[in-house]
DNA sequence: GCAGTATTCAACCGTATGGTTGACAACTAC
DNA sequence: GTAGTTGTCAACCATACGGTTGAATACTGC
């Protein structure tokens, strides 16, 4: 798993837990404790969790005494949904390009006569 | 990196490579040849980076003859998008009731015999 | 059929991940 | 202070991941 942002981002939602977490965590701020007890595993693995969340910048930890808040940073989210919507606008254009060459081609078929242009490879 | 769909389509994009060939393929089908020589690895390794992104669901690959294309499912980015718009909103939504509940603290602090509500704790 | 090209399969390797348990540290409250 | 609660650190384990190389398969074109 690469160390730039967006991996890391990425890669922290790929785990039901942490998204359940992070699920959670839109609700309120919450501490490890309150936590670990929604989940069939031992706290520390929970805490690991949160290290790869916090890592990502997903969340951070407040530093209330023994008591440590988590709290959601749910700004860091939109790179992904940036990243997840221009590739798929972008493959969306593409799909009506290829659509309007489809119809030119029946254009063609119709009018025989019609120069035919390259149908593939755009910049 | 657990099993389920949502898992797999997070993991699969956690990997600068396959973004990078979702990126690529948003522009049109290759086949695998085309797509490894952009990279420093073997077509082997690009190979398997393809079928990630296969078992994701994010691509599939056409069967003619010794060349097998590469096709982008864009359509699969979606539950990724809903996945996220769904929290960002929640925690968004959240956050401006904490902002109503902190004005109507100021208020209270203004005309202190108003009655004061639990701040705390939602569904 | 044969040569060449495109892709996959299999074995292997180093490192990361997700979990465990046990010990330690930090803070709260008496 | 001492106890108790909350959280972290460290060592360990099994399995998955990302990459390599080498061999095998599948199709094209002569």
Same mark, same amino acid.
Do not use: C
């Given at each position: 798993m690469s160390t730039?942002? @967006?991996?890391?981002t990425f890669a922290a939602l790929a785990d039901p837990t942490r998204r359940d #977490?992070?699920?959670? #965590?839109t $609700? !309120?701020?919450?501490? @490890?404790?309150?936590l670990a007890g929604s989940?069939?595993?031992? $706290? =520390?693995?929970?805490?690991?969790? #949160?290290t790869v969340l916090e890592r990502a910048g #997903?969340?951070? +930890? !407040?530093?209330? !005494?023994? &008591? &440590?808040?988590v709290h959601l940073e749910a700004a860091m989210l939109e790179p992904l949904t940036d990243w997840l919507? +221009?590739?798929?606008?972008?493959?969306? =254009?593409?799909?009506?390009r290829l659509d309007a060459v489809l119809a030119e081609l029946a254009a063609d078929e119709a009018y025989p006569d019609?120069?035919?242009?390259?149908?593939?490879?755009?910049q």
């Amino acid at each position: 798993m690469s160390t730039d942002q @967006l991996s890391r981002t990425f890669a922290a939602l790929a785990d039901p837990t942490r998204r359940d #977490l992070v699920a959670r #965590l839109t $609700l !309120g701020d919450a501490t @490890l404790g309150e936590l670990a007890g929604s989940y069939e595993m031992s $706290l =520390q693995a929970v805490s690991k969790h #949160l290290t790869v969340l916090e890592r990502a910048g #997903l969340i951070t +930890r !407040g530093q209330a !005494g023994a &008591r &440590r808040p988590v709290h959601l940073e749910a700004a860091m989210l939109e790179p992904l949904t940036d990243w997840l919507e +221009r590739y798929r606008r972008q493959a969306e =254009q593409r799909f009506q390009r290829l659509d309007a060459v489809l119809a030119e081609l029946a254009a063609d078929e119709a009018y025989p006569d019609t120069a035919r242009r390259n149908p593939e490879e755009e910049q």
